[in-house]
């Protein structure tokens, strides 16, 4: 079966220190992989993406995340923090033979808690 | 700016009186979908549209059902609702083409309260 997994369901990080948010993946052949963000009442937010290419994948707001194919993760980072980060963020797959409606796996989401 | 519009952002509605929810979008997008997000958890597919067609999720039950009268207009009708249905509704679009991976975007959501 095909999933996505956010081990923690919280992280919390000090202002100006680094964060990390993991997901792995179990998918057959090759993912899309995504993140978003949730804010308190709000949408969610495209963050970034994996189709190919570069492993290291740069997105909005100072975020990237890394693409290990032998760990099947996709790790969330930021160097530093900022109090303004704190949300909720999602990892989500779209299996690569999912056809053409991008239907998305989602993680369960881990919040992220920045303290000043 | 081009974006993803839902209406009401909040609503209030009895036990098992019918409830319409409403999006509408400005990217031209062909695929629209609802999803369900309950108190922080992952937002969970309803259906979506692909052009006209309509694909449920096998899971939705039958009390949820949605219209797309044109490109830009999807709603999301709830015909009795019940106190479990109270949830956080969402819409989002997306260009559905064979082969690549565009990324959703999401409206802000409406906030269903069932009373």
């Known amino acids: 079966a095909q999933s996505v997994a956010q081990p923690e369901d919280q992280v919390n990080v000090a202002e100006g220190n680094p964060l990390t948010v993991k997901c792995t993946y179990s998918?057959?052949?090759?993912?899309?992989l995504f993140w978003y963000v949730q804010y308190p009442n709000r949408g969610l937010q495209f963050l970034l993406k994996?189709?190919?290419?570069?492993?290291l994948v740069k997105g909005s707001y100072g975020f990237e995340a890394e693409f290990n194919k032998s760990q099947t993760s996709f790790h969330l980072k930021k160097p530093s923090a900022l109090v303004s980060d704190s949300a909720l963020y999602f990892c989500a797959v779209r299996p690569p033979y999912g056809g053409a409606t991008n239907k998305l796996i989602f993680g369960t989401g881990t919040l992220l808690a920045v303290q000043p | 700016d081009a974006m993803v519009i839902q209406n009401p952002r909040y609503q209030v509605t009895q036990f098992g009186k019918p409830v319409t929810l409403s999006c509408s979008q400005t990217?031209?997008?062909?695929?629209m979908y609802w999803y369900q997000q309950k108190s922080s958890q992952a937002p969970k597919l309803l259906f979506h549209y692909y052009d006209k067609d309509f694909n449920n999720e096998a899971d939705t039950p039958d009390n949820f059902q949605s219209r797309r009268p044109n490109t830009s207009f999807c709603f999301l009708d709830i015909r009795s609702p019940g106190l479990g249905d109270a949830a956080m509704y969402l819409c989002?679009?997306?260009?559905?083409?064979?082969?690549?991976?565009?990324?959703?975007?999401f409206g802000p959501g409406t906030r269903l309260t069932v009373t």
């Open positions: 990217l031209n997008h062909n695929v």
């Open positions: 994996y189709i190919t290419g570069d492993n």
């Open positions: 989002a679009t997306t260009k559905g083409t064979s082969g690549s991976a565009h990324e959703q975007y």
């Open positions: 998918v057959s052949g090759n993912p899309y």
